[in-house]
């Protein structure tokens, strides 16, 4: 399995250039055209512009293990997550999952590869190959080192935080977050229920316990906690007890996963002013557990769609 991964990887040295679709690369230039990037090395701008490959087993960042984010070197736009790393020996950056959103796919001309690029400036960062049964989601992103830098876990955490909401449908709670001033990502999955690795089948079995739910990572210096759970009350109707609107089941249920005491402190107050204003909430505040990332196809389902939420609605609550 490992030779096969070099030989694969291997195509790519010495390529030039990769030809990409007409209408996807003619989009993601004119989205460049409007933005400041980073100032590159004739090295890098080799990779990242021109698509040239590294030569493997020289990146920086091959046998990397540090925990963080891996973002773009060209615009800075946060593209991997360490924890979905992992070690294929092909001589580059491996990753079996992306940061939702993060990643066009583009594919080659010769119909054999598929180049992935960074979805906010359209810098090159390698392909991606499915099959080859390394991990579970069977798919290795090939990454240039190049093309990354990396942020450690604990500067991350200086300068962002995290929030957990469940309020229905996670599409239409993700929607709406993804909107909101500050927020920095957004990923929906599933949390407090029994079992590990659930899928939405699984779910939506109503056997799990496991309520559909957003991630949100948010800059505090841009918005607060506070200001995210507002909002998080205002589209969704915190008065229905396992449902939200045609949805039905406890995997619809109003719950607030709180990650330290100041957000549980602020939940409750929330909850202390909308029921002094008439409202029944029933919106569950209880301690986050482990978080499980949704299938691909459930990620940014509307902005993929290019459709509206059915079952939220924003309606001014404070």
């Known amino acids: 399995m490992k030779t096969y991964a070099l030989a694969t990887c291997l195509i790519l040295i010495g390529l030039t250039a990769c030809t990409q679709s007409t209408t996807k690369s003619t989009k993601i230039n004119q989205n460049s055209q409007t933005m400041r990037f980073n100032k590159l090395t004739p090295e890098e701008e080799s990779v990242i512009v021109y698509k040239h490959t590294e030569r493997p087993f020289t990146g920086k960042y091959d ?28 001589g580059w950056p ?20 598929t ?7 359209g810098g090159h960062l390698g392909h991606v190959f499915n099959g080859e049964r390394f991990t579970p989601k069977n798919t290795r992103h090939c990454v240039n080192s190049i093309s990354l830098n990396f942020i450690p876990a604990s500067t991350e ?81 915190p008065t229905q007890m396992d449902r939200q609107g045609p949805d039905v089941g406890n995997q619809y249920r109003s719950a607030i996963f709180y990650l330290n005491t100041e957000q549980k402190n602020t939940a409750e107050k929330l909850v202390r002013i909308l029921d002094s204003k008439g409202y029944k909430v029933v919106t569950q505040i209880v301690p986050a557990t482990k978080f499980w990332k949704a299938e691909e196809y459930h990620q940014d389902y509307y902005e993929k769609e290019h459709g509206t939420p059915y079952c939220h609605v924003y309606e001014q609550k404070f």
């Open 94 to 113: 491996s990753f079996d999952d992306e940061i939702a959103g993060a990643i066009k796919r583009i594919p080659d001309a010769d119909g054999m590869r």
């Open 63 to 90: 046998n990397y293990t540090e925990e963080g984010t891996y973002v773009c070197k060209r615009c800075d736009a946060p593209l991997y997550q360490s924890a979905d790393k992992f070690a294929s020996e092909c």
């Open 115 to 121: 180049e992935i690029v960074c979805a906010n400036c």
């Open 157 to 237: 955490m200086a300068t962002s935080d995290t929030a957990i909401f469940a309020g229905g449908c996670f599409w239409g709670v993700e929607y709406y977050m993804q909107k909101a001033p500050g927020v920095v990502s957004t990923e929906v999955g599933y949390i407090g229920g029994k079992g590990k690795n659930p899928t939405y089948r699984e779910v939506s079995s109503h056997t799990t316990g496991y309520a559909e739910a957003v991630r949100v990572v948010f800059d505090p210096a841009k918005t607060t906690f506070e200001d995210i759970a507002k909002l998080f009350f205002e589209i969704h109707d």
